[in-house]
């Protein structure tokens, strides 16, 4: 992206703050491997996403890995008065600093690793989750993440885009596994847009996508996610197997298990729908109470 494009992105880019490029290039912020970084410099971009989050004022925002700040820019440009940031390299803390005097009171940083904080006591709800996902704790993140999901309105995540469309994936497909039934269970999921690979610095070897999760008002059949997330990982570890076979982990008989769930015991995980997990993991409950 060029010097004159990132100047005539519109309003962002005269938030009063210095253009992302010079900020990296004072602070000398080169994106390191060691913290997944990848970072954004299109202010178009991070303001299509924090759009896409809408409406950030009344909410308690969550951004993870800000970096050098864009998206945050951005989430603040756009409403935002409670955003919190976990970033874990020291190195970002001034340019932070800097955006939180810009926005006196709006701006929270935590320096740790995401992965060790627990995001639900960062503020009171509607909580919003908007980042910028290191791909190499992304995935990790929002297993986290479901595991709470009542205690968001909504999380607004870009990943490489192979995550995203196993987000989204349906039965019979390739990309359908563990985190496809979890994240379905729990969410309406919506692909957004992807993100060409030439809007970060440096570019990754792959293309992006932002992916936005909405927890169901009502998920029809409420069930135990800890068993659903064991069911899940038990049949997708070993997916090329039937389940009569991946399923013997969970310590139950497990013809009879399939039989009362009415799943047949040659059907492999990719084969089962959602509403099939469900009713394999109420049945398997129900065994393991017995």
């Not at 692909?191 to 936005?212: E, G």
């Not at 998920?219 to 038990?234: F, P, V, W």
Request: some cysteine.
């Amino acid at each position: 992206m060029s010097e004159h494009s990132e100047q005539t992105t519109g309003k962002l880019a005269n938030d009063g703050l210095p253009p992302l490029r010079d900020v990296i290039a004072t602070h000398d912020l080169s994106a390191q491997k060691k913290f997944g970084q990848n970072f954004l410099f299109d202010l178009n971009l991070t303001g299509r996403i924090a759009r896409a989050a809408a409406p950030l004022e009344d909410a308690t925002v969550i951004e993870i890995g800000p970096g050098p700040g864009g998206l945050t820019r951005a989430l603040l440009f756009h409403g935002a008065k409670n955003l919190t940031v976990i970033e874990r390299d020291p190195r970002c803390q001034p340019v932070l600093e800097q955006i939180s005097n810009h926005y006196p009171g709006a701006l929270h940083v935590i320096d740790g690793d995401a992965l060790e904080v627990d995001v639900t006591t960062l503020g009171p709800t509607p909580r919003k989750i908007v980042a910028n996902l290191p791909y190499n704790v992304g995935t990790q993140l929002l297993l986290g993440w479901l595991m709470q999901i009542d205690q968001f309105a909504s999380l607004t995540l870009m990943f490489q885009k192979e995550v995203a469309e196993r987000v989204v994936a349906r039965p019979k497909t390739k990309a359908y596994g563990r985190l496809s039934v979890l994240c379905q269970y729990l969410c309406d999921c919506d692909i957004l847009f992807d993100v060409h690979r030439s809007a970060f610095t440096p570019p990754p070897k792959v293309t992006s996508a932002v992916v936005q999760l909405r927890p169901k008002a009502e998920r029809g059949t409420d069930i135990n996610l800890d068993s659903l997330a064991k069911i899940t990982q038990a049949a997708f570890g070993q997916r090329r197997k039937m389940l009569r076979a991946s399923l013997k982990t969970l310590n139950v008989n497990v013809g009879e298990l399939l039989a009362k769930a009415d799943i047949t015991e040659t059907s492999r995980a990719e084969e089962l729908s959602v509403a099939d997990f469900v009713r394999l993991t109420q049945v398997h409950d129900e065994m393991a109470a017995s």
